[in-house]
T-cell receptor
Framework: EAQVTQNPRYLITVTGKKLTVTCSQN?????MSWYRQDPGLGLRQIYY???????DKGDVPEGYKVSRKEKRNFPLILESPSPNQTSLYFC??????????????FGPGTRLTVL | AQSVAQPEDQVNVAEGNPLTVKCTYS??????LFWYVQYPNRGLQFLLK??????LVKGSYGFEAEFNKSQTSFHLKKPSALVSDSALYFC?????????????FGTGTQLKVEL
C-alpha cells in the first residue's frame, strides 16, 4: 500500500530533550515536506526537500533541522524542544522534485507535547 | 510572498443544500491551487487542483472548484452537501514560476453539514 508513515504518533517530552520524528514514504517520491498544524494558523511549512541531499526552509524553520540522506526518509529533528513547539506535525510527499503541480500525500500526523 | 486567505472559520449547511467554501490567494506569478480535506484525527487528503486550462475543476466526492483569475479566488463547491462532508477544508497555493517550492496553506474552514 502506498503510504507515508510517521513515528511516533504521539510524544510527550520535556524542554531541551532532543527528539527525532521519522517520516518514510514508499512511493519513490522526490519531494518531501514537514508541516505543523496549530489552531487558527492552519498548516505552516517547516522544511522541504526536492530530492536527496537537497533541503530548503519553509515558513517556520526556526528550532528545527532536517536531513535527506535517502529518498524515502525525511526525519525532523528538534535539537532543544521548547513548549512553543507543541503542535501537530505532518509529513508529506509528492512526485517530481520540481513538479509544483503535483498533489501531496500526507502522513497520519505526530502530536507532540513539550512540557 | 505567496499567501492564502480562507475568510470563514466555519460554514454551516443543511444536508442536500449546495455548499461553498471560499478561498482567495496571492502569488507573484501564476498559481497552482489545491484543496485538501482533513477528517478528525486523520492526515490531509487531496480533493482537487487547478494547474491550467478549464477554470472549473472537478475532484473527489463530487466536489468542484472554480478558478477566477481576476478575483484571485478558488472557491470549493458541491451541489448537494452530505453529513459525511463535515470536515476541515484547506486551500493551498504554490507559485508556478520563480524560485522555491513552498506550498502555502490557508487557515482552514470547518464545514458542518446538518440534517
Amino acid at each position: 500500500e502506498a503510504q507515508v508513515t510517521q513515528n511516533p504518533r504521539y510524544l510527550i517530552t520535556v524542554t531541551g530533550k532532543k527528539l527525532t520524528v521519522t517520516c518514510s514514504q514508499n512511493m519513490n517520491h522526490e519531494y518531501m515536506s514537514w508541516y505543523r498544524q496549530d489552531p487558527g494558523l492552519g498548516l505552516r511549512q517547516i522544511y522541504y526537500s526536492m530530492n536527496v541531499e537537497v533541503t530548503d526552509k519553509g515558513d517556520v524553520p526556526e528550532g528545527y533541522k532536517v536531513s535527506r540522506k535517502e529518498k524515502r526518509n525525511f526525519p525532523l529533528i528538534l535539537e532543544s524542544p521548547s513548549p512553543n513547539q507543541t503542535s501537530l506535525y505532518f509529513c508529506a510527499s509528492s512526485p517530481g522534485g520540481s513538479g509544483r503541480g503535483n498533489e501531496q500525500f500526507f502522513g497520519p500526523g505526530t502530536r507532540l507535547t513539550v512540557l | 510572498a505567496q499567501s492564502v486567505a480562507q475568510p470563514e472559520d466555519q460554514v454551516n449547511v443543511a444536508e442536500g443544500n449546495p455548499l461553498t467554501v471560499k478561498c482567495t490567494y496571492s502569488v507573484s506569478g501564476n498559481p497552482y491551487l489545491f484543496w485538501y480535506v482533513q477528517y478528525p484525527n486523520r492526515g490531509l487528503q487531496f480533493l482537487l487542483k487547478y494547474i491550467t486550462g478549464d477554470n472549473l475543476v472537478k475532484g473527489s466526492y463530487g466536489f468542484e472548484a472554480e478558478f477566477n483569475k481576476s478575483q484571485t479566488s478558488f472557491h470549493l463547491k458541491k451541489p448537494s452537501a452530505l453529513v459525511s462532508d463535515s470536515a476541515l477544508y484547506f486551500c493551498a497555493v504554490r507559485d508556478n514560476t520563480g524560485g522555491g517550492n513552498k506550498l502555502t496553506f490557508g487557515t482552514g474552514t470547518q464545514l458542518k453539514v446538518e440534517l
